[in-house]
């Protein structure tokens, strides 16, 4: 099993780097907007963290998905779109959100 994931990252190509680097830019900005609830205390900026949380856990799933199939196709489309409901949602939250 493991030695099967290092065959495939061995073949990673533009698009496989595109999306590791979405996930890490996802996770640093998820950082950043708790740096910034810690120091400003807004409410609202924990709905972006968590929306860009969601956002590089869809990623990730979707990439993990690609490789082991671990859910049927349809199961794995309804998950990854709950997910974007729920990113969507979560920034909605955060724009209207009041103090």
Known sequence: MLS???LQM???GISDVVEFAIIGF???LFGLSLSAYRNTGMKRILFAAGAFALFAI???FDYFEEFFNLL???TADIVL????LGILI???MAIVKRK
């Open 4 to 6: 099967e994931i290092f």
């Open 81 to 84: 779109s709950l997910v974007t």
């Open 90 to 92: 979560l920034f909605f």
């Open 72 to 74: 049927d196709e349809d």
């Open 10 to 12: 061995e073949s990673l």
């Open 26 to 28: 996802s996770l640093g």
């Open 58 to 60: 869809q990623l990730f």
